[in-house]
């Protein structure tokens, strides 16, 4: 009995102690959460603690794409939203919008002039002046002697002289200088083939890289589409600089090692443009240095490695409209290695020396088509002879 006792005791501790361990695991169990209640929208919202950061958009995003699961069971993957196009200004015009501060930096010649002109006698003393304020501004002495010789004739005929006279009078030369009736469009468009080939030449300090990355905005600007090769390979940040200014456009570039070979870069840029039917490819090339032969013979290389693709349909010089005569030996040199088809004259807008496109047109037989008028993105623009004169002679 005794026996039968114990063991009912024994059962009934056991019975107990599995109970407790039962209701200890259900207390360690998490509560299901309470239910979502609508927000009232007529409170005003919460202060927030102090030390509490604000979660970024960023955050956000960082925090949706850590709690999806991927299929594969593989770690999310961030993935970078593209950048947002820059739209260039059109180009059509654009010379006309910037003709003001064409104006102001060249107003010291074409004032000058009709100042000079405005005198009521005009004895030789003043015909040197004139002279003199021509050669300053770099117009270069054969083209002075001409406009100066034009000017005496048709101021004997004239006679009287009123200021609106004058003006007409300047104007007329001067477009006469510039030259009118020249072809200044950039060859972009080869007939029965894409894409159009241009490689853009210059020494260093010029504007190069940056004019070609402004001369894809007026491509671009204009409908067509573009690939930029950075063949300038032996200046270290040429390449991110060409590569930036594509971004801004949806422009591709192709660039190489630092220190390579710059007609390899070019040879590949030409080759992907065709792969990708772009209708232009941009060739920046290095700042050669028009002392050095080596180098002036490794830009004919060049030259020679993209012609292997396709015939290039532009050369274009950049010349620093500051440097006046000095830019003029560049020209000449550049000339001799490779065909220049056309001039781009930077830093117009800094200089009173506006003749230096008469200069260097008459140096190398070739338009100025594109001028340079500021650091804006948009400050490159096509030459337009009369929108320049009017610049120049002013209001």
């Known amino acids: 009995m005794e026996t039968v006792i114990l063991a009912v005791v024994i059962a009934v501790v056991v019975l107990g102690a599995l109970g407790g361990l039962v209701v200890g695991s259900r207390r360690k ?44 069971g593989s770690a999310p993957v961030a993935v970078e939203e593209p950048p947002v196009l820059e739209v260039p200004e059109p180009t059509a015009g654009r010379l006309v919008r ?6 102001r930096s060249q107003n010291a010649l074409g004032q000058g002039l009709l100042t000079l002109l ?16 021509l050669l300053t501004a770099d117009v270069g002495v054969a083209p002075t002697q001409e406009l100066v010789d034009a000017l005496r004739e048709r101021v004997k005929v004239l006679g009287t002289r009123t200021p609106q006279e004058l003006r007409s009078l300047l ?32 020494v260093n300090g010029t504007g190069k890289t940056t004019t070609t990355g402004k001369l894809a905005r007026v491509l671009v600007a204009d409908g067509r589409t573009v690939v930029l090769g950075a063949a300038d390979t032996f200046r270290a940040a040429a390449a991110d600089q060409l590569q930036t200014w594509g971004e801004r456009v949806g422009a591709h570039t192709v660039r190489g090692p630092e220190a390579g070979d710059p007609a390899s870069v070019a040879f590949d840029a030409v080759k992907e ?81 506006g003749g230096i496109v008469v200069a260097v047109q008459r140096e190398l ?26 610049a120049l002679i002013g209001d």
């Open 118 to 133: 405005s005198r009521e006698h005009l004895d030789e003393d003043t015909w040197e002046e004139i002279e003199d304020t």
């Open 273 to 353: 443009g065709k792969e990708m039917g772009v209708d232009v490819v941009l060739i920046d090339t290095a700042g050669r240095l028009h002392t050095k032969t080596g180098l002036m013979d490794e830009l004919g290389k060049v030259k020679r490695v993209v012609e292997k693709h396709a015939p290039l349909d532009e050369v274009l010089l950049v010349l620093d409209a500051t440097t006046g005569q000095n830019g003029l030996v560049q020209a000449r040199v550049f000339a001799e290695v490779v065909d220049i088809t056309g001039i781009v004259l930077t830093k117009l807008d800094g200089t009173a020396k």
């Open 29 to 72: 169990k998490p509560l299901p959460p309470p239910p979502t209640s609508v927000p009232d929208i007529t409170a005003p919202p919460a202060e927030p603690h102090i030390g509490d950061e604000a979660e970024t958009p960023r955050d956000e995003a960082r925090r949706t794409i850590e709690e999806v699961d991927l299929p594969d």
């Open 171 to 202: 104007r007329e030369e001067l477009l006469k200088l510039v030259g009118t009736d020249v072809d200044r469009a950039v060859k972009t468009e080869p007939e029965g083939r894409k894409p159009g080939i241009v490689m853009v030449v210059g």
């Open 98 to 103: 910037l003709r003001a501060r064409l104006s």
């Open 365 to 390: 037989g070739v338009p100025v088509k594109l001028i340079g008028l500021g650091e804006g993105a948009d400050d490159l623009a096509p030459f337009e002879p009369e929108a320049f004169v009017d």
